[in-house]
C-alpha cells in the first residue's frame, strides 16, 4: 500500500514537472517551424550544418553581406565594398547597430569575431579563412575596415555570408557553453526560451537596424519522423515543415497548407570510386558506360516525382557550360562501351550511401536495377554517416555512392572540388590539364576570360565521369495557407522574412 | 480446476484427437514456422518475380483484392514497383539467417558461460556474474548502434549484435540449472571418485541443460527477428542486396498513409514468425518442465 | 542489512566501473569524433587542433582515467557538439523520459497483473485463449509499426489526440501506451504462467485443506507467491524503459535521454556517450536493488543477506 501511495506521488510530482505549454498566446500568432533535427549549439563559430541550427543562428546574428537566394551577395552589417587592389577588400560598416546587450557595432567587433573564428575549434568548423586566404583584417576606422588575403579570390564575399558577428566583449569574456546556449547578436530575432531536443523559440528584436520582423514569435520544433511533420502540418498544429521526401511530398498539400518545391542547388550524384575496390572503374570509357546505363530523365519523373532535372554540369547554373549536353539512356551504347574497356560480362560493383540525404537507399537501388541489365553485378550497402564521411575524404569508398555536392552557385567552389588530392575529391580523381584550368580560373579576376577558363574545365570533367550524374536534389517545404515566404533553395529559413498573408 | 484425465488405453481417433488437443500451440508454432522455412528454401521457386526487380511504371500497386491491384502484383508493389509478394518470400531468407544466427551465436556463448560460471562457481562464478552485470546495465539500443557504428552494418554485424543482446538469457539459466544438477548426490559422488570433468559435463550436465537451452532459444529466434526490424528502424539493419522483413518495413514507413501494404505484408510475416517463435517455446517449456507437467 | 547495503554498493560500484570501461571502448572503436565535427574541407592542421582542444590527443589511459577522476566528483565533461555540460543536458532530458517510462510502466502493470491472475483463474476457457493470443500477437508486433499505426489511427484519423510533441498530459497518452502494450503483452504472459504455477504449489494446497477462504488464499497467499518473478521481469522492463525508449521518442518527438544518446553515438561525442550510458546503468543497477527489497516485502520467506 505504501509502494503505491509513493508511486502515485512520484507521478503527480512528475506530471507537475512537465512544461505548461505557454507559447500559444492569442495576440500575435506564432509561427512554429518543424525539422527533423535539433538545434545543436547556439555558438555562431561552430555552424556547420544549416538547419535548424543554421536557421536560427542566421536570425540571431548579422554577417557583413547577406547571401540572397539567387546566389548574389548584399548588404548586411556591411553596406557597400570595393576591391582595393587583387588582394585587398575594403569594407563600409553600418552605423548606430547596437547587439542585444547593448555593445555597438564597428570595425573593432569585426576583428575580434574574425580572429575567434581562426583559433580551436572553431577553425575546424569555420570557412572564412580557409577559402579565402584571410591574413589580415585592418581597421581604417571606426565602421570602415580592409580585409587582406593571401592571393586573389573571387570568393570573399561568398563566405563572408557566413561569417557572423557576435558581440564582441560577451564572446571574449563568457564561458564557452554560456555563449552556446544564450547567444547575443544584432539580428533581427533574440533567444526566447530552449528546450533542448523539443523545441526554441526566437522572439522579434524590436530595435533591429532593418525593422521589426512581422512574425514576432518564431518557434523551432524537432520532429524526426517526415509523417510526423506532415500530419502536424496537416493538424494545423505546425506552420511550416523542413525536409519533405519526394514521395511523401504530395501529402503537403491539404486544406490548411500547401506544397513549396524548390529546385535544388546540390548536385546529387552516384560518385565513382577509382581508386576503390573496383579497378574496372579507373577507365573513362567505363564510367560512361555507367552514364549511359542508368535512365535518370525518367527516375527523375517518377521516383522524384518530376520535381528536379538532371545535372548539365557539375557547375550548376547560370554558370554552366551550354554546349554540355545529359549522357543520352543508352543500355547498347553502355554494353558496348564496357565491352571496348574488356568487360564484356561486367563487373561486380558495391553501391553505398549513407543517412546523409534522404531517399539515398532508393536511388541506390534503382540505380543498380539498372547497372544490372547491361551486366554489372551490384551489391547494396549502408553506411554509417562518420564511416561514410571518413570513406570520402580518403577517396576509399568501395564502388559508387550517393552522395550530393555544392549546393551553391559559385563555379571557382564548384569546379575546384575535383581537382588532384583536394580534401572533397572523394572520386580520387586526377587530371592535371582541368587542374591547371581551375587554379588559373580562381585567380582570373577578368570575368569574360575567367568564364571561358571554367567552361573548358566544365567540358573536360563531364566527359571524363568522376560522378554518375544524376539530378539536382530539390527541397520540399509546406506552409500554411496563412503565411507566406519565398523559400530558398539552399535551406536557410530567413524567419524575418515570413509575413501574414 | 481441471481434474487430469487418467491415462487409459484409448482407441485410436481419441488418441490422434488427444494429441492434437495437447499439442496444439505447439503445432500451430511449428507449421508456421514451417512455412516460412519453405519459404526461405524454396524462396526462387515460389516467388512470381526476381525480388529486387524495380519498376518505376509500376510503383505503389494496390494488393490484388484492392481496387486498382492486380493478379500479376498479388500483394501489391512497393515505392520501387518491385512485387511485395516475391519479397516478403525472399525476406524470410535473410530475417530467418539472422534468427537462426543470432541463436546459435547466443546459444554458444550464453550456455558456455552458464556452464563455467554454474559447475566451477567460486571466482569462475564470480567473473562471470559479473560479466552478465555489466551486460545486463548496458542499454541495448546503445550498445547495437555502438556496434554497427563501428564495425558496418550487414549480417553478421546484426547477427553478432543479437547474439549479444541474448546471450544473457541462456547464461543465466544455464548457471542456474547446472548449479542444481551440480549439487545432485551422483554428480558429486562421480566428482569424488575422480570422473574427468569434461565426461561429467558431458554425461551429466548437458543432457540436463539441453531442453532449456532449446525453450530460451525458441524465444531468442522471436526477440532476434524483432531485434532486426527495431535495428532497421535505425538505420543500421541486414542492408546488402535481399530484403529482409525489418528492412522492408521500414521503407515503409513513409508511406502508411497512402500505401499501408508495404508495412503490413512484411509486418503480418514478422508477426507471425515471432509469435511461432513464442509458441513453441511454450509449448516446449510445458513439456520440458516438471514442475508444470500434468 | 546494513553488510547487505554495503556489499550491494560496493558490487554496484564495479558494474559501473566495468560498464564505463566498456563504453570507452567500444566508444573509442566508432572512429575519429573530429573527423565527423570538423567541416568536410578543414585542414589536417586545423583538425589536430581539434583534436588538442578536445583533449583527443592524449593517451587513452590518461583520458580514461581523467574521465572517472571527474565523473567521482559528479562531473561529466562536456558535450563536444552541443558544447554544454553533459551533466546539464541529461538533467534537462531526464524529467521527460522519467515521465514516460513510469506512465508506461504503471499503464504496463495495470494492464498485465489484472488480466494475468483473471487468465490463470479462467484457466482454458475462451477468456484464457483469447487474451493469451492477444497478448502473443501484442508481443511479436514490431513495436514502430505499433506506434506508427496509433498515430494514424488517433491522432491523423479520429484527431482525439495530439500528433507529437511534449506537453500537456494529452501528449504524453500514444507515446505511453506505445511502450505500454509490449511490456504489457510479455508481462501478461508471465502473470499468468507464474501464478498457474503457484496454485500448484504446495503451501496453496496446505491453505486449501486448512479450509482458509478461497479470496483469502488467491490475495494473500497465491498472488504474492505469484509476484517474485513478476517482480524481477518488471524491473528488467522499467530499466529497459528508462534507456531503450528511441523508438518511441523518435515517432512521438518526445525529447527524452534515448533520442540524446542515439544522436550522441552518431556524432561520437563521446563525453556524452559516457554520460548516457552511465547513467542508463545507474538506473539498472537501483531498480536491481529496489527490487532485491521488494522480494523481502513480498516474500517473508527471503532474507536478505
Not at chain 1, 551577395?73 to 588582394?87: G, K, Y
Not at chain 1, 569594407?91 to 547597430?97: A, D, P, S, T
Not at chain 2, 558431458?202 to 532449456?212: G, M, T, V
Amino acid at each position: 500500500m505504501k509502494l503505491h501511495r509513493s508511486l502515485t506521488a512520484g507521478l503527480v510530482a512528475l506530471t507537475l514537472a512537465m512544461p505548461a505549454h505557454t507559447a500559444w498566446s492569442q495576440d500575435a500568432e506564432p509561427v512554429v517551424i518543424a525539422s527533423s533535427e535539433d538545434v545543436i549549439s547556439l555558438d555562431p563559430h561552430m555552424l556547420d550544418s544549416n538547419n535548424p541550427t543554421g536557421s536560427v543562428i542566421w536570425s540571431v546574428f548579422d554577417s557583413l553581406v547577406r547571401r540572397a537566394p539567387d546566389g548574389t551577395s548584399v548588404p548586411r552589417l556591411a553596406t557597400e565594398w570595393e576591391r582595393v587592389d587583387d588582394v585587398t577588400w575594403r569594407f563600409k560598416l553600418r552605423e548606430g547597430v547596437t547587439f542585444s546587450n547593448g555593445e555597438p557595432f564597428n570595425a573593432a567587433a569585426v576583428q575580434v569575431n574574425f580572429a575567434r573564428m581562426n583559433t580551436a575549434p572553431f577553425n575546424s568548423v569555420q570557412q572564412l579563412h580557409d577559402q579565402t586566404g584571410l591574413t589580415e583584417v585592418r581597421i581604417i576606422d571606426d565602421y570602415t575596415i580592409e580585409l587582406v588575403t593571401e592571393k586573389p579570390t573571387v570568393n570573399m564575399l561568398y563566405w563572408l555570408a557566413e561569417a557572423f558577428i557576435a558581440a564582441p566583449d560577451y564572446i571574449t569574456n563568457t564561458a564557452p557553453d554560456v555563449v552556446a546556449s544564450a547567444p547575443v547578436g544584432s539580428g533581427p530575432y533574440v533567444l526566447g526560451e530552449w528546450n533542448r531536443g523539443d523545441s526554441l523559440t526566437l522572439v522579434a528584436n524590436d530595435a533591429y537596424w532593418g525593422g521589426a520582423p512581422a512574425v514576432k514569435t518564431v518557434t523551432f520544433r524537432a520532429i524526426p519522423e517526415v509523417s510526423s511533420r506532415l500530419n502536424e502540418l496537416r493538424a494545423g498544429t505546425v506552420d511550416l515543415v523542413v525536409g519533405i521526401t519526394p514521395d511523401s511530398a504530395e501529402q503537403a498539400n491539404s486544406d490548411v497548407s500547401d506544397l513549396v518545391r524548390i529546385e535544388g542547388l546540390r548536385k546529387m550524384h552516384m560518385g565513382i570510386s577509382i581508386k576503390g575496390e573496383q579497378p574496372a572503374l579507373a577507365d573513362v570509357r567505363v564510367r560512361q558506360a555507367l552514364n549511359h546505363a542508368v535512365d535518370v530523365p525518367t527516375i527523375v519523373a517518377s521516383l522524384m516525382g518530376g520535381s528536379t532535372s538532371p545535372l548539365v554540369s557539375i557547375v550548376n547554373p547560370p554558370n554552366n557550360n551550354p554546349d554540355l549536353t545529359p549522357f543520352a539512356y543508352d543500355p547498347e551504347k553502355a554494353k558496348a562501351l564496357l565491352a571496348e574497356a574488356g568487360f564484356p560480362d561486367g563487373f561486380p560493383l558495391t553501391l553505398q550511401w549513407s543517412t546523409r540525404f534522404d531517399g539515398g537507399k532508393e536511388v541506390s537501388e534503382v540505380v543498380g536495377a539498372y547497372l544490372e541489365q547491361v551486366g554489372i553485378q551490384p551489391t547494396y550497402e549502408a553506411v554509417e554517416i562518420g564511416q561514410f564521411r571518413a570513406g570520402l575524404s580518403s577517396a576509399s569508398l568501395k564502388g559508387i555512392y550517393f552522395q550530393g555536392w555544392a549546393a551553391l552557385i559559385n563555379p571557382s567552389v564548384e569546379l575546384v572540388i575535383l581537382t588532384c588530392g583536394h580534401v572533397d575529391n572523394s572520386s580520387g580523381y586526377c587530371n592535371p590539364e582541368y587542374d591547371k584550368l581551375v587554379i588559373e580560373a580562381s585567380q582570373t579576376l577578368d570575368d569574360q576570360a575567367r568564364q571561358k577558363l571554367e567552361f573548358a574545365a566544365q567540358e573536360i570533367i563531364w566527359n571524363d565521369a568522376p560522378w554518375l550524374y544524376l539530378w539536382r536534389l530539390p527541397s520540399f517545404f509546406g506552409i500554411s495557407k496563412e503565411l507566406s515566404y519565398e523559400f530558398r533553395a539552399d535551406n536557410y529559413l530567413e524567419p524575418y522574412l515570413i509575413t501574414y498573408k | 480446476m481441471t481434474v487430469p484425465v487418467a491415462d487409459r488405453p484409448a482407441s485410436r481417433p481419441f488418441a490422434v484427437r488427444r494429441f492434437f488437443a495437447r499439442h496444439t500451440i505447439g503445432l500451430i508454432g511449428l507449421t508456421i514456422l514451417l512455412c516460412a522455412v519453405s519459404a526461405a528454401l524454396f524462396a526462387p521457386w515460389i516467388a512470381p518475380h526476381p525480388p529486387s526487380a524495380v519498376n518505376l511504371m509500376a510503383r505503389l500497386a494496390p494488393p490484388a483484392w484492392v481496387e486498382g491491384g492486380s493478379m500479376t502484383h498479388l500483394l501489391g508493389t512497393d515505392n520501387l514497383g518491385r512485387d511485395i509478394l516475391s519479397r516478403v518470400i525472399y525476406g524470410a531468407q535473410v530475417s530467418l539467417s539472422v534468427g537462426a544466427g543470432a541463436v546459435v551465436l547466443g546459444a554458444i556463448i550464453g550456455s558456455s558461460v552458464g556452464l563455467l560460471a554454474g559447475y566451477f562457481g567460486g571466482w569462475v562464478d564470480a567473473v562471470l556474474s559479473f560479466l552478465i552485470n555489466v551486460q545486463l546495465s548496458f542499454p541495448f539500443t546503445l550498445l547495437a548502434i555502438f556496434l554497427l557504428a563501428s564495425f558496418g552494418g550487414g549480417f553478421v554485424s546484426v547477427v553478432v549484435v543479437v547474439a549479444l543482446a541474448t546471450w544473457v538469457n541462456y547464461a543465466r539459466v544455464v548457471r542456474g540449472q547446472v548449479m542444481s544438477v551440480t549439487n545432485q548426490d551422483y554428480v558429486e559422488a562421480a566428482r569424488t571418485v575422480g570422473v574427468p570433468t569434461l565426461r561429467i559435463l558431458r554425461h551429466y550436465i548437458l543432457p540436463n541443460i539441453l531442453s532449456p537451452i532449446i525453450v530460451v532459444a525458441s524465444f531468442s529466434m522471436a526477440q532476434a527477428i524483432l531485434t532486426e526490424a527495431a535495428l532497421s528502424f535505425l538505420g543500421v539493419g541486414v542492408g546488402g542486396t535481399q530484403p529482409s522483413w525489418g528492412m522492408m518495413l521500414n521503407d515503409g514507413r513513409n508511406y502508411l498513409q497512402n500505401a499501408w501494404w508495404m508495412t503490413a505484408m512484411p509486418g503480418i510475416a514478422t508477426a507471425l514468425t515471432v509469435l511461432a517463435g513464442n509458441l513453441c517455446g511454450d509449448w516446449l517449456q510445458d513439456r520440458t518442465d516438471p514442475r508444470l507437467r500434468k | 542489512m546494513p553488510l547487505f547495503l554495503f556489499k550491494r554498493f560496493l558490487q554496484a560500484l564495479l558494474v559501473l566501473i566495468g560498464v564505463s570501461f566498456s563504453t570507452f571502448i567500444v566508444a573509442h572503436m566508432t572512429g575519429d569524433p573530429v573527423e565527423l565535427m570538423a567541416r568536410e574541407n578543414a585542414t589536417l592542421e586545423d583538425k589536430q587542433a581539434l583534436r588538442e582542444f578536445l583533449g583527443l590527443d592524449r593517451p587513452l589511459a590518461e583520458q580514461y582515467l581523467s574521465f572517472v577522476g571527474k565523473a567521482l566528483q559528479g562531473d561529466l565533461g562536456y558535450s563536444f557538439v552541443q558544447q554544454a555540460p553533459v551533466t546539464q543536458l541529461i538533467a534537462e532530458r531526464l524529467p521527460a523520459t522519467l515521465l514516460l517510462a513510469a506512465a508506461g510502466f504503471v499503464l504496463a502493470l495495470l494492464i498485465s497483473v489484472p488480466l494475468g491472475i483473471i487468465i490463470a483463474l479462467k484457466r482454458n476457457t475462451v477468456w484464457d485463449v483469447v487474451v493469451t493470443a492477444l497478448a502473443m500477437i501484442g508481443q511479436a508486433a514490431p513495436g514502430f509499426w505499433i506506434g506508427l499505426m496509433l498515430v494514424v489511427l488517433f491522432a491523423v484519423e479520429l484527431k482525439l489526440l495530439p500528433v507529437s510533441g511534449y506537453g500537456g498530459p494529452l501528449y504524453l497518452v500514444l507515446p505511453a501506451i506505445t511502450l505500454a502494450l509490449q511490456s504489457a503483452a510479455r508481462l501478461t504472459r508471465l502473470v499468468r504462467a507464474s501464478m498457474l504455477e503457484v496454485l500448484n504449489a504446495d503451501y496453496i494446497r496446505t491453505a486449501r485443506s486448512k479450509g482458509l477462504r478461497e479470496r483469502t488464499i488467491l490475495f494473500i497467499h497465491a498472488f504474492r507467491g505469484a509476484m517474485i518473478p513478476v517482480v524481477t521481469m518488471a524491473g528488467l522492463e522499467l530499466a529497459e524503459l528508462v534507456s531503450g525508449a528511441f523508438i518511441t521518442e523518435t515517432i512521438f518527438a518526445w525529447p527524452g535521454v534515448g533520442r540524446l544518446a542515439v544522436n550522441a553515438v552518431y556524432q561520437r561525442d563521446f563525453p556524452l556517450i559516457q554520460g548516457v550510458v552511465l547513467m542508463a546503468a545507474a538506473f539498472f543497477v537501483i531498480i536491481n536493488f529496489l527490487v532485491d527489497v521488494l522480494y523481502v516485502v513480498i516474500d517473508p520467506r527471503v532474507k536478505l543477506k
